[in-house]
């Protein structure tokens, strides 16, 4: 009984220092090499880790929601840039009359060629600087609406360079964000509704519907579909 004893000390003995010795395997210089191996590729990219980090502290977001789930949420509107013609830009670079990052939101206004479907695309500043540091040839879109884009680069906080495009573009608005005051948005029982088209790359063959409705309180519940659009793909006909 008594070497028994003596034995399970032993192996108990032999086992701590096991342990120990594995939780001492972790030196200063492979802890670097980990931290390197996962933040490092940040110093080889165009914006760094703290410039990201810095983006993401400053951004302004968007006002907490209320305890009844409604967003207090009011946007104003500033035009930026407008086309001089009627029938819209089909190319050119855009001077903006103001900073696009001075913004919560930037909207654009566009279609394709023909100028059927016109409709709105929207960004924030921050979503802007995501698709420049992903994209491999350093270029984000600036309007998208089924298989039409227009894409380049800000050069400048206020001017846009354009690197390719297939459509036209009308306007461009930077939209700010603030607490809405306690005054209802609507009246109860009024309803609007909103054009949906189908998403890139398919053509939308006809347009679909989502409706939203004012509730007791003066606030819009959220959008919900009530007619979903016709959808094709680029190379088949419209039924």
């Given at each position: ?14 086992f ?21 191996a ?46 001089s ?8 670079n ?9 913004f919560?939101?930037?909207?654009t ?14 960004f ?36 846009f ?42 053509k ?6 989502r ?7 003066g ?21």
């Open positions: 009984m008594k070497n028994m004893i003596v034995l399970s000390l032993i192996l108990g003995s032999f701590m220092s096991a342990i120990a010795a594995d939780a001492e395997k972790m030196t200063f210089d492979k802890a670097t090499q980990s931290h390197n996962t933040y490092g590729k940040y110093s080889a990219q165009s914006i760094t880790e703290q410039q990201s980090q810095l983006a993401w502290d400053s951004y302004k977001q968007r006002p907490e929601e209320s305890s009844g789930g409604t967003a207090t949420l009011q946007r104003t509107y500033k035009q930026l840039w407008k086309s013609s009627t029938s819209g830009m089909t190319t050119g855009i001077p903006l009359t103001e900073s696009f990052r001075n919560d939101e930037i909207v206004i566009g279609s394709n060629d023909n100028g059927q479907y016109v409709q709105h695309y929207r924030t500043p921050l979503e802007y600087d995501l698709s420049i540091e992903s994209s491999t040839y350093g270029q984000a879109t600036l309007y998208e609406r089924d298989a039409v884009s227009w894409n380049g680069v800000f050069t400048t906080d206020t001017y360079t354009t690197k390719g495009e297939n459509g036209k573009l009308y306007a461009i608005y930077g939209v700010k964000f603030s607490p809405s005051s306690n005054t209802p948005s609507c009246s109860a029982g009024q309803t609007k509704t909103e054009n949906v088209y189908c998403n890139s790359p398919q939308t063959c006809e347009v679909g519907a409706t939203q409705s004012c509730s007791a309180n606030d819009w519940t959220p959008l919900s579909v009530t007619r979903a659009p016709i959808c094709v793909s680029q190379t088949q006909q419209c039924p």
